[in-house]
């Protein structure tokens, strides 16, 4: 088996288990150890399903209690200040970047015509203006539709957009997209899988992959302890928003595993995908082209 494909079937939590080693050393440190243990220990370590799991908690998402971000009615001057600590945080601990590095990947493969974008869950569209400002630098054109269903947030997304005319707003419900097959080169949707049930998340992902003339790019939290525990950590220390912070917990206890992930895309009937872990395995990228 693949040494990656291998890695993401353990949930990517000990991503070297599969990775190749010469003969004499594989029955030596910790990969040997890991190989030691009798092969059925592995389903109970990793079974989804009831219970608390050894690499990650149990999914926690309940439809009739959202985000604090998705409560209609939500104090307009908190949910300013969240977005705000939202930016900040995709802009210095590498959301943005990250988002940037698949896009050069895909624009690098494509021919140097216009590239139409859309963003699904756009937030406040910090991420569709630093793709512009990209393109900008690089003399690229792209146009972005950036589509959430918050009118609030799309207000605000609208405001900060102001000086970005390749950007257009549309208020949408992401699991009823009124957009034709293959409408856009390119579709992303960041941190915005988890707002919702996994049956919903198929219908998203199976609409992102109709609506892909050439590829798409789904980046979102990897629930874990670690995205766990480093997310309360930095929630609690760096931020007073308190919409960040219990947003960014409960975001974390509904985000999916690799392996999760990977099967929700498989019944949504997306093909040549994969999905690499990110950012200390805090995130993780599902990635397609058409
Ligand atoms: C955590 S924000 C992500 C913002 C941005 N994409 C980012 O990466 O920072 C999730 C976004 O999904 C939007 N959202 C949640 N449920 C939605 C739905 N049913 N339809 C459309 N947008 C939705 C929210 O309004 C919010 O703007």
């Not at 079974?47 to 009831?50: F, L, P, V």
């Not at 220390?237 to 007073?240: A, K």
């Given at each position: 088996m693949d040494a990656r494909r291998d890695c993401f079937s353990r949930d990517?939590?000990?991503?070297?288990?599969?990775m190749e080693m010469p003969e004499s050393k594989r029955a030596f440190g910790l990969n040997g150890w890991l190989r030691s243990i009798?092969?059925?220990?592995w389903p109970a370590l990793f079974?989804?399903?009831?219970g608390t799991r050894l690499f990650a908690p149990r999914r926690r998402f309940d439809p009739g209690s959202p985000e604090l971000m998705d409560r209609p009615g939500m104090d307009r001057a908190l949910l300013r200040e969240e977005l705000q600590t939202l930016e900040y945080f995709n802009r210095h601990a590498g959301g943005h970047w990250l988002v940037l590095q698949y896009v050069k990947r895909f624009a690098a493969s494509h021919p140097p015509a216009s590239l139409n974008i859309l963003d699904l869950g756009?937030?406040?569209?910090d991420i569709p203006r630093a793709l512009v400002a990209w393109a900008r630098q690089n003399q690229r054109s792209l146009t972005i539709t950036a589509v959430d269903g918050n009118p609030e947030m799309l207000e605000f997304a609208r405001e900060a957009g102001r000086?970005?005319?390749e950007i257009q707003f549309e208020q949408h419900d992401l699991r009823a997209l009124p957009y034709a097959r293959g409408s856009f080169d390119l579709v992303l949707c960041s941190l915005t899988l988890h707002h919702f049930t996994t049956a919903d998340a198929v219908t998203i992902l199976h609409q992102i992959h109709q609506l892909a003339r050439g590829g798409y790019i789904v980046n979102d939290l990897r629930r874990n302890w670690l995205t766990l525990w480093t997310t309360a950590f930095f929630a609690r220390?760096?931020?007073?928003s308190p919409i960040f912070r219990n947003d960014a917990l409960q975001s974390c206890r509904a985000a999916f595993t690799v392996r999760e992930l990977r099967a929700l895309a498989e019944q949504a009937g997306l093909s040549n995908f994969q999905i690499e872990p990110h950012q200390a395995l805090c995130r993780m990228v599902l990635t397609g082209r058409k």
């Open positions: 990517g939590a000990l991503f070297f288990v599969g009798p092969p059925f220990i079974a989804s399903g009831s756009t937030g406040a569209a000086d970005w005319p220390t760096l931020s007073r």
